[in-house]
């Protein structure tokens, strides 16, 4: 019997030496049983947490070996289910993927194997066990945090303005206790100065400007550019730690099943738990009114003029839900940032939207200088008509349907490259040319007189021009061929 071996440990703070120990304890049962021992396939994950089993690159490997036919292995021996998946569903599915390439599957500490008849009842009964650790252990870090609050400690990251200071446990000197909150001299004194500003009419890309200007050093993590934000500065003013209150439990983090990503949870009010700390205060109430105030009458002034349903979750790409039609397809030409829509205003009962360059409209000069916007309506119909003109050249049609491989899409490559013009765009009704005698040229007519001569002149055509027509009408089903083919690659 082949034999194959996997290994795990969840937390960066374990010893390397356990996956030793778990390689060890699997190497002497193969050893036991006399089966050969395959050094090759020992799959192992460090760090790796067992709530899900993405980015396990060592269980996905053993997956993906497992399924080659014949597999190279013949039993698969584990410590312990728990180093598999802490998630039943998911240890679940990877025993049935094993034990459906005919792969044995063996827990040693727990002694489960698959070719048992009970092993089912036995995985599903420390599968919940495995769970239930993992429920614990967030309860127990709640609790650990509710209790380090209470004591006067940190619970979580630093806040602009404050910094944090060991506390010594007085048993054992060497280890912090946890960390005191204090307030940074420097920090709190450009919290003071933003407020002020904001409270003096001062919009957030100009406070942005002027920090940037004064030097004041900025958030820790301040996005990938470094330096202030706008977001750093609104989540700032709306922060009740610089009025001396603590508060721990507003959101609790899940992480999404078979994931490893992470979600903000809302908590109800009721379950907060504030702490009120006087000696970290560092705006006075009447200061945290004025703000207050400003904020909620422009988020008045503003949501008047919102339209519902005008605005993008976060999180979906602009290329696809954006409402503007080419969000997401243009770049600012100083910063190559993403330009959208920045602005928008109503006037007559008509919404106005402007493009411009979306790093400029969050984070001010500091960090782009292109002011520039246009006006939606004109931007997008200058676009348009530019791709309108160039997808239906004929060189571009020739080289879309050489890539894709569609009917007519081969031309022979000494053969030059005609330049043909791009096709002029056709009078329309409202345009000018269609006034006086040019709208009769065209074939409209006023009155029901009118529409009897243009079924007249219609029919005459139709005689006169049908070689001409036939012809048209082939050259426009071979390019709409071209077209659809490439539309629907």
């Known amino acids: 019997m082949r034999c194959a071996c996997y290994a795990r440990f969840s937390s960066d703070l374990q010893r390397e030496t356990s996956l030793d120990d778990q390689i060890r304890n699997c190497r002497e049962y193969a050893e036991r049983q006399g089966w050969t021992w395959q050094a090759e396939h020992v799959y192992r994950d460090a760090g790796m947490s067992g709530a899900s089993m993405e980015g396990r690159r060592g269980l996905h490997a053993l997956l993906t070996a497992?399924?080659?036919?014949?597999?190279?292995?013949?039993?698969?021996?584990?410590?312990?289910?728990?180093?598999?998946?802490?998630?039943?569903?998911?240890?679940?599915?990877v025993v049935q993927q094993l034990t459906f390439a005919r792969i044995r599957v063996i827990y040693i500490s727990q002694q489960i194997d698959s070719h048992s008849a009970q092993y089912e009842t036995l995985l599903i009964v420390h599968g919940l066990v495995d769970g239930l650790?993992?429920?614990?252990?967030?309860?127990?870090?709640?609790?650990?945090?509710s209790g380090q609050l209470t004591r006067g400690f940190a619970t979580g990251g630093v806040t602009y303005g404050y910094r944090t200071v060991r506390g010594p446990d007085p048993t054992c000197p060497d280890v912090p206790l946890g960390y005191r909150v204090e307030?940074?001299?420097?920090?709190?004194?450009?919290?003071?100065q933003i407020f002020e500003?904001?409270?003096?009419?001062?919009?957030?890309?100009?406070?942005?400007?002027?920090?940037?200007?004064?030097?004041?050093?900025?958030?820790?993590?301040?996005?990938s550019l470094g330096g202030w934000r706008i977001a750093a500065v609104r989540r700032l003013l709306v922060n009740q730690r610089y009025l001396g209150r603590l508060i721990w439990g507003r959101t609790r983090t899940e992480r999404k099943p078979g994931t490893r990503a992470k979600i903000q949870r809302p908590v109800a009010r009721s379950e907060w738990q504030i702490a009120e700390r006087p000696d970290l205060r560092i705006v006075d109430d009447a200061m945290w009114a004025r703000v207050q105030r400003r904020r909620q009458a422009l988020t008045h002034a503003l949501?008047?003029?919102?339209?519902?349903?005008?605005?993008?979750?976060?999180?979906?790409?602009?290329?696809?839900?954006g409402r503007a039609v080419f969000s997401g397809f243009l770049r600012c030409g100083e910063c190559g940032r993403a330009v959208s829509i920045v602005s928008q205003h109503l006037y007559r009962d008509r919404v106005y939207r402007y493009y411009g360059c979306s790093n400029y409209a969050k984070n001010g000069q500091a960090v782009c200088t292109n002011r520039v916007t246009a006006r939606a309506e004109d931007a997008e119909r200058a676009l348009l008509a530019g791709v309108q003109a160039e997808i239906t050249r004929l060189e571009t049609l020739e080289y879309i349907a050489a890539l894709l491989?569609?009917?007519?899409?081969?031309?022979?490559?000494?053969?030059?490259?005609?330049?043909?013009?791009?096709?002029?765009?056709?009078?329309?009704?409202?345009?000018?040319?269609?006034?006086?005698?040019?709208?009769?040229?065209?074939?409209?007519?006023?009155?029901?007189?009118?529409?009897?001569?243009?079924?007249?002149?219609?029919?005459?055509?139709?005689?006169?021009?049908?070689?001409?027509?036939?012809?048209?009408?082939?050259?426009?089903?071979?390019?709409?061929?071209?077209?659809?083919?490439?539309?629907?690659?």
Do not use: M
Not at 69 to 92: E, T
């Open 66 to 93: 497992a399924a080659v036919i014949p597999p190279p292995f013949d039993v698969l021996l584990v410590d312990d289910s728990s180093r598999v998946a802490r998630y039943l569903p998911d240890a679940l599915r």
């Open 133 to 145: 650790y993992l429920q614990e252990s967030a309860a127990k870090i709640r609790r650990g945090l």
């Open 183 to 192: 307030i940074e001299p420097t920090e709190a004194a450009y919290v003071r």
């Open 197 to 223: 500003w904001y409270a003096e009419g001062l919009t957030l890309p100009a406070i942005v400007a002027k920090l940037h200007e004064a030097g004041a050093p900025a958030p820790r993590g301040g996005g």
């Open 303 to 321: 949501s008047s003029h919102r339209q519902p349903g005008r605005s993008l979750l976060r999180g979906r790409c602009g290329v696809i839900h």
């Open 405 to 489: 491989g569609g009917p007519g899409g081969r031309r022979d490559a000494a053969q030059p490259a005609r330049d043909v013009a791009p096709p002029t765009r056709r009078a329309r009704p409202e345009d000018p040319a269609f006034a006086g005698r040019d709208r009769k040229r065209h074939g409209q007519y006023d009155g029901p007189a009118g529409a009897q001569r243009a079924r007249t002149r219609a029919g005459h055509g139709r005689g006169r021009n049908r070689g001409t027509r036939r012809s048209s009408r082939r050259q426009t089903r071979h390019r709409d061929s071209q077209l659809g083919d490439a539309a629907g690659c």
